[in-house]
């Protein structure tokens, strides 16, 4: 069994949320293969946790004779979802037995495996005493699952204390020592200021990046993750580059097109996609990293600023843009005393209003007017599908219909339109192709449709709301009083009352 120490020692299955842990001191002393501390839980397997704060924690863990696994909320955690949580303070690793000794440490968790880890933060000083090096600020090891818009800070210090140079192991990043076969590692900001208590190591390959020590990480699988570019504050290891991986054995390859090396305060976004209202989207400034204040503001009043804390802010659209051509821009002025002001902006795309039925059909068609597929849309009205031939819209973001009613007793049977879908298939629907979107809070009525094909050989997928749909998300739908017939004279048909 992995037992741990902590305010929990072991979570199997548990969850927790809405908590607040303050001034947790401790030293532990252990001496086994493993050993795992963190303020919340040494060790965790299968938990949930939500809308946790520790604050002022101070933790160390000495191994006399094995394994070093420290995190300042968790030590390791397995199968676990994270969401809304944040640690402060330092945790520092020692070992004694240096033959058998290695460290797993990171400012929030030592170790993930296979975790849904999402707006979670560490601002956490990081102290590694230990001969196979593998530390984060954010977190030692990171393995499968998905970590998006998380964040840390505070100084990751390999000091080096134990006797002789490190001659195992040194993968050591800003966000995460180890990237391993992860599926999902995107819009994570690490500040973290990386440094090293000795002059040189007896490591044939280092692995040492700005956010990522070691990955073997697909590149498809991480994106848009951010670093302030602050390893080997003593000159070692200066190259800066974004991380290493493990099918490159130059230590010091150039900063991944994946991951975004920030020298100077700007805003980790250059444009936003908003496809909600009244739903908060943060946006990270990297001001105090470099000793700026942050000043924000934008120029449109359907828009909402919120906890506004220098190095970020937290943007909320409360009313539907009129048109796809409305804009939003986001301003953020850096200040510093003795050096000039710096103006950066973020390009805000809003959701847009459906009022009617005109409007509704402008979504996919009426491009340049601003109405792409990949937007968010609200509607904001009930409204009559007219009596005309309609070929069905396709949808990449996110349909609310606001809880209004659309009504198709005006079509006629035979109005109702195929489109192609996959190569040689069609479908047929409201929505005859939904591609990654959502569509929640609708009611559809009355529709009757007479759909015959025959110049298509692969298939015909139909349904009222969509024909064809992948990877796609549906929520509080109705759909009343429908009446569908589908005749394919030359391949098979697909055919559902919804979808």
């Known amino acids: 069994a992995h037992a741990g120490s902590g305010l929990f020692g072991r979570i199997d299955g548990g ?27 040494g060790f965790v397997t299968r938990g949930t946790f939500e809308r946790i704060t520790v604050n002022n924690v101070n933790i160390t863990l000495t191994n006399t004779n094995g394994w070093v696994h420290i995190g300042g909320a968790f030590g390791e955690i397995d199968n676990t979802t994270v969401n809304n949580c944040e640690v402060n303070g330092s945790i520092t690793g020692n070992a004694t037995n240096t033959s058998s000794s290695r460290s797993y440490m990171g400012g929030f968790a030592g170790y993930f495996n296979t975790c849904n880890v999402k707006n979670s933060a560490a601002n956490v000083d990081v102290i590694n005493n230990v001969n196979y090096i593998v530390t984060g600020g954010f977190a030692g090891n990171i393995g499968g699952g998905e970590y998006v818009g998380n964040k840390c800070s505070g100084k990751v210090n390999i000091t080096q204390t134990v006797a002789g140079n490190v001659t195992d192991q040194l993968q050591v990043g800003g966000f995460a020592g180890q990237l391993s076969n992860a599926n999902n590692v995107r819009n994570n900001v690490s500040s973290s200021v990386i440094t090293f208590g000795a002059s040189s190591y007896a490591v044939a390959n280092p692995y040492v990046g700005g956010f990522a020590g070691l990955s073997n990480t697909p590149a498809a699988n991480y994106s848009n993750n951010t670093y302030l570019g602050t390893v080997g504050a003593n000159g070692y290891f200066a190259a800066q580059v974004a991380l290493r991986v493990s099918s490159n054995s130059n230590p010091n390859i150039t900063d991944d097109a994946q991951i975004r090396r920030v020298t100077a305060p700007a805003p980790n976004f250059t444009n936003i996609n908003m496809q909600e209202i009244d739903k908060d ?3 990270e400034g990297a001001a105090a990293a470099f000793g700026y204040s942050a000043n924000w503001s934008i120029d449109n009043p359907k828009f909402a600023l919120s906890a506004v804390a220098g190095d970020s802010v937290r943007v909320r659209q409360v009313v539907p843009l009129a048109t796809g051509n409305e804009t939003a821009t986001l301003t953020v002025t850096y200040k510093k005393a003795g050096a000039a002001d710096i103006v ?3 390009s805000i795309k809003g959701v847009i209003g459906v009022p009617d039925f005109a409007t509704f059909l402008k979504i996919g ?17 009930s409204f009559d599908m007219a009596n005309a031939a309609y070929t069905p819209i396709a949808i990449r ?6 809880n209004y009613i659309i009504d198709a007793k005006n079509v006629a049977p035979t109005n109702w339109q195929t489109v192609v879908v996959d190569g040689t298939g069609v479908g047929f629907g409201l929505f005859g192709r ?39 998300t549906f929520e509080r739908i109705n759909v ?13 048909i697909v055919i559902g009352g919804a979808f």
Do not use: P
């Open 281 to 283: 989207y943060t946006v």
């Open 397 to 402: 973001g996110t349909y609310d219909g606001g």
């Open 15 to 41: 969850s927790v949320k809405n908590m607040t842990l303050n001034n947790v001191t401790a030293s532990v002393t252990a001496s086994s293969k493993y050993a795992y501390a963190g303020a919340v839980a």
């Open 434 to 472: 939904i591609d990654g979107g959502s569509v929640k809070n609708m009611t559809l009525n009355n529709m009757t449709a007479n759909v015959t094909e025959s110049a298509y050989t692969r298939f015909i997928i139909m349904g009222a709301v969509v024909g064809y749909t992948r990877d796609g």
């Open 365 to 381: 068609t009426d491009t340049a007017g601003g109405y792409t597929l990949d937007r968010g849309y609200l509607q904001t009205a």
């Open 480 to 492: 009343n009083n429908v009446n569908i017939t589908l005749t394919n004279t030359n391949a098979g």
């Open 344 to 346: 950066k902006t973020v």
